[in-house]
């Protein structure tokens, strides 16, 4: 039976990397992202589709129950799918806020709490995807900081409360790596000097989040020390 893989995200990025290494070592990957694209999984025979939005929790919870029903849940979780949006700078804007919310943590959550009643005596990994904003916030970015602040937070506490099961959570604190999401983020020319430095491509991020999350390491700053 081959391995299976669910990750959310994969039009682009850290998701897309992901979706096609793990497709390349011939396991099974579940790819959730919100837009088709047809040219997305040209190729990738071993790939099933899944366009639904994060924050939908009925479609969530639908694919966990037929999951389990056809015995194909995945033993392993890229909770990846995330937006960076400018919330507080001349004003601020609840709105955009909320958005990020819900995405980039309400969305994680959607997964966990669909998952695991499905996993009892299973083994599985759930991998979040934080961020290095997380402890050096853009002041323009409030929720972008706060929602990978919360999901470093929470994914800490869920590894130490299911320590004596099969359960694992592991938290990745990336950045800068070159990705669609991290444009826009820096609020000097000084902080984008430095960034473009120590930026690196996603192709060189991904080998490194794969080798790490089949690791005993729970947590992972990358490309910082």
């Known amino acids: 039976?081959?391995?299976?893989?669910?990750?959310t995200g994969t039009t682009s990025g850290i998701g897309r990397g992901l979706m096609n290494h793990?497709?390349?070592?011939?396991?099974?990957?579940?790819?959730?992202?919100?837009?088709?694209?047809?040219?997305?999984?040209?190729g990738l025979s071993n790939v099933h589709f899944i366009h639904s939005d994060v924050r939908d929790r009925i479609a969530i919870q639908n694919?966990?129950?037929?999951?389990?029903?056809?015995?194909?849940?995945?033993?392993?979780?890229?909770?990846?799918?995330?937006?960076?949006?400018?919330?507080?700078?001349d004003t601020f804007s609840l709105d955009i806020f909320q958005e990020v919310m819900e995405i980039n943590l309400t969305g994680v959550l959607n997964f966990i709490d669909a998952a695991l009643p499905y996993l009892k005596g299973k083994n599985a990994t759930f991998v979040a995807s934080s961020s290095?904003?997380?402890?050096?916030?853009?002041?323009?970015?409030l929720g972008y900081y706060i929602s990978k602040l919360a999901e470093a937070?929470?994914?800490?506490?869920?590894?130490?409360?299911?320590?004596?099961s099969n359960l694992r959570f592991k938290?990745?604190?990336?950045?800068?790596?070159?990705?669609?999401?991290?444009?826009?983020?820096?609020?000097s020319k000084?902080?984008?000097?430095?960034?473009?430095?120590?930026?690196?491509?996603?192709?060189?991020a991904v080998?490194?989040?794969v080798r790490f999350v089949h690791s005993p390491r729970r947590i992972l700053y990358y490309p910082l020390p």
């Open 1 to 7: 039976m081959k391995k299976r893989v669910l990750i």
């Open 22 to 42: 793990y497709a390349q070592e011939d396991w099974s990957v579940v790819a959730f992202n919100r837009r088709e694209d047809k040219n997305l999984g040209s």
């Open 63 to 89: 694919y966990f129950k037929t999951a389990h029903q056809k015995n194909e849940l995945p033993e392993l979780y890229y909770l990846n799918a995330g937006i960076n949006k400018i919330d507080t700078k």
């Open 132 to 141: 290095t904003s997380s402890i050096f916030p853009n002041p323009n970015n």
């Open 153 to 164: 937070k929470i994914f800490g506490r869920l590894d130490s409360r299911f320590a004596s």
């Open 171 to 187: 938290t990745l604190i990336l950045g800068p790596i070159a990705t669609n999401i991290s444009g826009g983020m820096l609020a």
């Open 190 to 204: 000084l902080l984008s000097l430095v960034r473009n430095l120590i930026t690196v491509s996603t192709e060189t």
């Open 207 to 209: 080998p490194k989040i």
